[in-house]
């Protein structure tokens, strides 16, 4: 049978009336069951999981060949399913997504953890149930499984915070854990969105995340790399403070490289401001000059961040004679 032949087929006259019902209410949906010729069947599944399946089928990530008529696919299906569910968590995870305390890691408990609604996260704002309504998965059974299995792999950890528990990543989102951990109802207050800006920097997180940029710029090779200000300035910026993380994003030119893209898998490339932090500690040690630069062609503000060679202070790569 064809791709186009595979598409959700419409409900056969035969159906019986418990179907049907349940089909015209749009809870179920048809979808093509058999890939083999002249065995053009179906299989009825919850509507989310039929259209998830056309989508996996459409980009090759979900096969009806050798799969036989009348048998359990239930498996099949969640390990098709399964990938994208983790990277839409992982991509709302950033934000805040909060789930019951029972789920909350050992050694991750809250410091002043007390004890919660049930309810009050299956309707929070940033609930699993309701930040993964566009996932088959959601907050049920499923998404359960697949949160212990990334718990098991270390992927992610569940900290507890005012009774319930948030999504840490990891290695994303590790320098955050201690500080909810001590101070959860300002950093990440019940059912919200992770406030990113309340987090204390120290001069330790400070510098050792500014080591890390620079390691990486040494070994990616990256001699530079392009700090924007908000796209609506029209003049400046003289410090970093000026460009924060959260405006280094471009749709109308293309700079080589933006600083989000400098240190991946770290959670300060799109969120807080410790990333900013980072690069003045780096130049205030004098292990990276922040210089001011014209305009774009379109008009767009910034700065540029230059490291030295290896184990050498800019201006002794340089020269003294650079204004930074």
Known sequence: MSNDQRKRLP???????????????????????SGETGQDTIVYMASSFAAAIDTAVQNAQFSWDGIKFGTDISEAVTNSLQPSFVELLREQAKTGVWVHGDMVVDGYEAMDNG??????????????????????????????????????????????????GIIMLLPDMQDIIKSIVQDGKTIAPLGEEINYDAIKIFIELADRVGELILEHMHQASLAFMWLLGPPDQISGPRAVEECPITTQYSELEEFSLLARYVLPGSIWNCRGKVFMEALTSL??????????????????????????????????????????
Do not use: C, W
């Open 115 to 164: 004890e919660i609604a049930q309810d009050q996260i299956t309707t929070a704002k940033r609930g699993l149930d309701r930040v993964m309504t566009t996932h088959p998965f959601k907050g049920g059974q499923l998404a359960k499984q697949v949160l212990t299995g990334l718990i098991k792999k270390k992927a992610i950890t569940i900290v507890g915070a005012g009774g319930a």
């Open 11 to 33: 409900a056969p006259a035969s159906v019986n009336q418990g179907v049907a019902i349940f089909s015209n209410a749009g809870q179920i949906a048809p979808v093509a069951s």
């Open 283 to 324: 130049n205030r040690r004098s292990l990276v000059g922040i210089l001011q630069v014209p305009k774009s062609k379109l008009g767009r503000v910034g700065l540029v961040v230059v490291r030295g060679d290896r184990s050498l202070k800019f201006s002794s790569t340089f020269g003294e004679e650079v204004d930074y």
